[in-house]
């Protein structure tokens, strides 16, 4: 199913440029099949043209835990964040603030 659905995307995403819920919808499917490099690509392609896509951050920042780089996925909740509240987003500013919170525990903790 995952890989009809990959090919479904690619092509809205190929069809119209713009139409970041498809990219963005491309990359979370990339992550369920363990792509993390087509997901973190997607990912940086839609923050590039369109940072004030919210729910971005939170699914960067993960990605960046996955693949062990804490400092880019702090950096990652800290730019949602910023984002989030000037768009006045509360629900993911929520989850950035409680995954960010979570990750500055954990770091603490191994110190």
């Known amino acids: 199913m995952s890989n009809h659905r ?26 369920k099949t363990g792509d993390t ?4 690509t997607l990912f940086l392609e839609i923050r590039e043209k ?3 896509y919210a729910g971005l951050y939170y699914h960067l920042g993960k990605l960046y835990l996955h ?7 702090l950096a990652a909740f800290g730019e949602g964040i910023r984002v989030c ?12 603030r409680e995954a960010r919170a979570a990750l500055l525990l954990e770091l603490g903790d191994e110190e």
Do not use: C, W
């Open 6 to 31: 990959i090919a479904q995307l690619k092509s809205f995403v190929e069809a119209d440029e713009r139409d970041m819920f498809s990219r963005f919808a491309l990359a979370l499917e990339y992550l």
């Open 37 to 40: 490099e087509n997901a973190l």
């Open 50 to 52: 369109e940072p004030g």
């Open 67 to 73: 693949t062990g780089d804490t400092e880019k996925a």
């Open 85 to 96: 509240e000037q768009l006045r987003e509360l629900h993911a500013l929520k989850e950035l």
